[in-house]
């Protein structure tokens, strides 16, 4: 064990190195004692070599997995960024670290306890994550910076950076394993700062599922038979350190409709004294509008609720009835003999200290009425405790109006803002599902489309997808890929018109004439788009002002094009990750762009894969389906745009790649010592 | 007198217009030369224009002067000639009409909804919306849409009251043209620039005021039941008919109040008075009960009344600037000041970043461990959001007896300043359940200090929190408050420093709580807002006031069709609810959105509503004129429409057609 330990701080030591040397081509080391390094090891790892010594083995490989992967991720941001140093523009490369740091910025969850303690601003790491959550965003890039607004805002950045780092020194990390719906289960490393919802996408990577806004973390108490689902916004860290050691809580991952049932059906909630059946034939009109009302005003309106409800009374087996009303302020009781009037009200419980759990099989634990009960009580009380407060309604609705409507009291407008952000998740990973769904070979892709799509979401103006949404989760669960696989895409169709017309109404770029030939002598996928009914996909998301490049195809050399085999050939033999590996690589410089991207990168990882060099096209359309065709055109520019050239994490080429900066050796040394590890076991 | 010598004049004059075919003598009071005037008379034609009347008549009394303010209001029709094109024919005149020749802006008393009563020239012959559309441009509020006027309550006059004079802020020089088109001078409009005392003014308009006296609550009417809160809502003037038409007089007095409560697009930047004004109201409606709420929300708006007026004394201005920005850039300035000052900066800065401590010997008390010892002595260390409790000061070196983490515990004060009794309860969670412990300090200094540590701790916050000097201050002005409250009882607020907490709740408190009782209640909701900015304390107040239950009702009492007895229809932003007297409960509730068409038939003036599903519902209305009910719905309405509606400019138009009725058309 202390061979690990010994290991991981080396490990750290390594990846310090790494940033340091590469830190000090750009910017002179801060001021940082080196005796603070010291510290911050000390503390960041008390912490995790706990976690660590309940780890099984076969969470030790997926974390083992996740280390590799980060490391390997870093190392390419390394070769990636001494890359970019060498190119002359000192726009790009000069430019300071935080909107590289935007740009790993949440759903990159980062397990590696490494950066902390180097101590130049370059470093790739974490910190870059509190530094945007716990300071406004950086002001926007201009395209062309002064020269002291540069030097300023190194300066500035430097500041941050120290104040990260010195942040970064307490930062506490958790090894969770997480329990999946099918009984497995996976190993994450957690650091404070992260919120549930970064942990939810990190789960998305992990099991590509359809990233719907049910999935959730659930957290249960078997000894208590409580269980809640964590807030997105929340911190995953702080709740799980309240669990006792010897604690038989558990972390699940699942799909829970209750969690934004109030967003999908208000009428249910802010209309439940309606008889039901008007509520169902309830117009998609009049729900946004309760959302309006109720969300998006100066205060958060909380549903009016009130009833009878059973309480169970202090340290006994029964349970009393009581008249509950439920405000913005607490939950509060009519005294017996008084009228409802707010003055007479007694207050029963507020919401700062609790947090609201639904109760399981309450009937024989604790002779409730009925089962469908619900507990308040503060998150760090683990076992029975006059503290305490059980609920119980009659029947499953009141009860889902009950917590819910605590919910919404205790937790306002950061509810609609996480439902917000996963909707737009779901969204988001719905068009990526149809498209890389071929590409099972490389499942860690839609982590860059993500990660591009999360500052947007940051700035939240989001027109309401709403009625749009529940179809692109469909899609997500559709296989539309399966069929582009197995039939062949049909060459030219003379159902097509010819394609170059309509191109140039479309995309009003004169820039990329040149193109119009290309489709022309080749069949026209990305033309499709034109003939077909107005695709019911492309989210809100999809239709920005940059949209007419979405139908270009990828901007390869024409050479290249005309050179290719047929396109059906290639389709079915070629793993589908050279379109990620073509779209990179064609991609002119990066353009000035407000995100910042960093450079691409290194070609080597795509030869790694075994593509070859020139990239297919995207593969035409089946007519048949066409449903799932507009999709498939999309892909391709789609992810021109939305992907940015970062070098992709955790993909399988750059396994090998990864030892170059002796990295390697190192891993296989930790490797090593799990193995040994394992065998004293 | 006046009217006497009005009709002692048509009499004659009728005699002359009879005498006279083509040309007849009209004859016009101009109030510019006193009521004791004679009207002038002049020798029309029926075909001679409203302009043309106006040039003689100002040739006639020979001032000179600027009449360009100046109309023709028409007694009995109770109208304004506005149209100056058109002949005395076309607007039916005779010679028996009584027509005044007055300014169309005159000086009205305006009360505030802080209490302060204005005087400025308001329009007395355009629509009342357009008049408060132009007062609230004065005053630099945006969407006057939301705001009207209406008939203030008669004040019972009491012989006794000496100090009823009142002061009135004049703001009567304010040029008309510049009520208009008003440009922003140091974020105030310029007109409010232009002296001390309009800057004075400007301050009363934007700057939330001290807590009243409770006296002055207690003197207040205040509504006791639902149906006295409908009689407020038959005060609205008509938004479609102008003051005079509605017998608004010269130097009369109306209020200006919030009417619609949907409050489009606060901007604290740009919304100070509106802001400010908001949050009087609001106010005052708690204070009064317009608006029912619990004790646990009277003592949060109390805490935050008493944090509104202590930081908006201490920064007097809120000039507007983004201060989350501010912030940030001061505190990297001073970082980066730090970093370029000395190369030992680095570990200063470090010492500076070591939480500071707190080490002091207390007594603990633990009644849960059911020992009858009672308080026992140890040497304490508060670190971080750890308190740790040692033997002695000398033994502190080494491991504690204990080690208490108050992150998300509950802190409770038990003071009693005359026994000189500080203690802190804290409640501490553990898994197994809350643990209760006492902290004893043996004076103020030393409680103020481990109490507010607690307090920070148990956010999360550290010793080294920068809030941690103001959480002590606002402890030592609470405690101070009890000093006062426990020796004098009651009096006026005396100084800054302490605030009779009598003045920050509804008098039913009054009754039922001492001051000093109240004191620890309201300091306890108080530890969490003591944090908020002045803005963000308003618009917390505001937002916990949006957040209660009956907010935004307006009632009138209806009789339903069909009917036999009163009942009450609510008025809210997004739905009618009609309530049962007897029960005082809600029986049904009708959204706009599901509303198909309203009608009101104003010949037996009742309201009918058709909504979807074949709902039909009519009323007539008991305590306001079915108008009022009809603009209120109207309002509602048009309120709704203004988040389609990207133009900033309000569509005046859209309100009427809405609002009016069959008369605005």
Known sequence: ?681 | MEKKIRRFNTSKRGKQGADIMAAWDLSVTVEDLGPDTPPVSLSVTSDLHVGGVILKLVEKTQIKRDWSDHALWWEQKQCWLLRTAWSLEKYGIHADARLHFMPQHKPLKLGLPNGITLRLHACYSSPVFQTVMHICRMLNIRHPEELSLLRPIEEKKKKKDKDSTEEIYDLTEVPLSSASRPCLYNGMPAHFADSPQMEAVYKMLSVTQPPPAPEVIAKQYRPASVVDKAHINGRWLDSSRCLMQQGIQENDRLWLRFKYFTFYDIEPKYDVVRLTQLYEQARWAILLEDIDCTEEEMMLFGALQYHISKVSQSEPQMLSSSAAMDDLESALQSLEVKMEGESSSASEMLENMTAPELNDYLKIFRPKRLTLKGYKQYWFKFQDTSISYFKSKEESIGEPIQQINLKGCEVAPDVNMAAQKFLIRLLIPAPEGMNEVYLRCENEQQYAQWMAGCRLASKGKSLADNSYQSEIQSIHSFLAMQKTNSSSHGNAPANDESINTHSLVSPRYHKKYKAKQLTPRILDAYQNVAQLSLTDAVMRFIQVWQALPDFGLSYIVVRFKGSRKDEVLGIAPNRLIRIDLGVGDVVKTWRYNNMKQWNVNWDIRQMAIEFEGNVNIAFSCVTADCKIVHEFIGGYIFMSTRSREKSDVLNEELFHKLTGGHEAL
Request: aromatic fraction near 6%; hydrophobic fraction near 30%.
């Open chain 1, 1 to 681: 064990m202390e061979d690990i330990d010994a290991m991981f701080s080396d490990l750290l030591g390594e990846m310090d190195l790494l940033t340091q040397s590469l830190g000090q081509e750009t910017v002179p080391p801060e001021a940082l004692p080196p005796t603070n390094q010291e510290v911050n090891y000390s503390i960041g790892f008390t912490d995790l070599n706990e976690s660590l010594h309940e780890l099984e083995d076969n969470d030790l490989d997926a974390l083992m997995a996740d280390l590799v992967a980060d490391l390997n991720a870093t190392e390419e941001k390394l070769a990636a960024e001494i890359k970019g140093l060498k190119t002359p523009s000192p726009t790009t490369s000069d430019l300071p670290p935080p909107p590289k740091g935007l740009s790993l910025h949440p759903p990159s969850p980062h397990p590696l306890p490494a950066s902390p303690a180097s101590s130049t601003s370059s470093s790739v790491s974490t910190p870059a994550s509190s530094a945007a959550s716990s300071l406004p965003p950086p002001p926007p890039q201009n395209a062309k910076p002064t020269k002291e607004e540069i030097e300023a805002q190194m300066k500035a950045d430097k500041i941050k950076l120290a104040l990260e780092k010195l942040k970064e020194a307490k930062v506490k990390k958790l090894v969770v394993k997480v329990l999946m719906n099918d009984g497995s289960s996976k190993t994450l490393m957690v650091d404070e700062r992260q919120n549930v919802r970064e942990v939810l996408d990190n789960l998305f990577e992990k099991t590509h599922c359809d990233c719907n806004v049910d999935w959730s973390l659930c957290e249960t108490n078997p000894e208590l038979q409580l269980d809640r689902t964590f807030e997105d916004h929340e911190n995953l860290v702080e709740p799980l350190s309240a669990w006792m050691r010897d604690s038989e809580n558990q972390v699940l991952f699942q799909e829970r409709g209750e969690k934004y049932e109030v967003f999908k059906n208000p009428q249910n909630f802010y209309l439940w004294k309606k008889d039901k059946r008007a509520l169902k034939d309830i117009k998609d009109k009049d729900k946004e509008i309760l959302i309006q009302e109720n969300f998006c005003g100066t205060s958060i309106i909380v549903p009016d609720l009130e009833g009878v409800l059973h309480l169970k009374e202090d340290g006994k087996k029964s349970w009393k009835q009581r008249l509950f009303q439920l405000r913005a302020s607490g939950i509060y009781y009519v005294p017996k003999g008084k009228t409802k009037s707010s003055r007479d009200l007694v207050c029963f419980l507020q919401f700062d200290n609790v947090n609201v759990y639904y109760g399981k099989d309450f009937k024989t634990k604790y002779k409730a009425p009925t089962d469908f009960c619900f507990v308040l009580k503060h998150p760090q009380i683990q076992k029975e405790s006059q503290y305490i407060k059980y609920l119980c309604c009659d029947d499953a609705r009141t009860m889902n109006l009950w917590v819910t409507g605590i919910r919404i009291a205790k937790y306002g407008v950061s509810l609609y803002e996480n439902y917000k952000t996963a909707e737009k998740k779901a969204a988001v990973n719905s068009v990526w599902m149809n498209r890389s769904t071929p590409s099972s070979s490389n499942p860690s892709t839609p982590s860059p489309t993500i990660k591009a799509k999360t500052p947007n979401q940051a700035n939240g103006h989001a027109p309401k997808p709403q009625p749009t949404a529940p179809d692109s989760m469909d899609f997500g669960n559709f296989p539309p890929p399966p069929s582009a696989d197995i039939l062949p895409p049909p060459p030219p169709d003379p159902a097509f018109p010819p394609p170059p017309p309509s191109l140039p109404a479309k995309s009003s770029s004169r820039p990329v004439a040149p193109q119009h030939k290309l489709p022309a002598n080749f069949p026209p996928p990305p033309m499709a788009m034109d003939n077909l009914p107005p695709p019911p996909l492309p989210p809100p998301i999809d239709d920005s002002p940059e949209a007419p490049p979405d139908f270009l195809p990828p901007p390869p050399p024409a050479a290249g094009f005309g050179s290719l085999p047929p396109p059906p050939l290639s389709m079915n033999s070629l793993p589908p990750p050279p379109h990620f590996g073509g779209m990179d690589q064609s991609l002119p410089p990066p353009p000035p762009d407000p995100e910042f991207l960093p450079p691409p990168p290194p070609e080597p990882v795509f030869t790694g894969a075994g593509a070859p060099p020139p990239p297919p096209p995207p593969p035409p359309p089946p007519p048949a389906q066409a449903a799932a065709v507009p999709r498939a055109p999309v892909r391709p520019s789609g992810s021109v745009r939305k992907v940015p050239p970062a070098p992709p994490k955790r993909t399988t080429p750059s396994l090998q790649v990864g030892g170059g900066g002796g990295g390697g050796d190192f891993m296989s040394e930790l490797m090593v010592a799990m193995q040994k590890k394992r065998g004293d076991h």
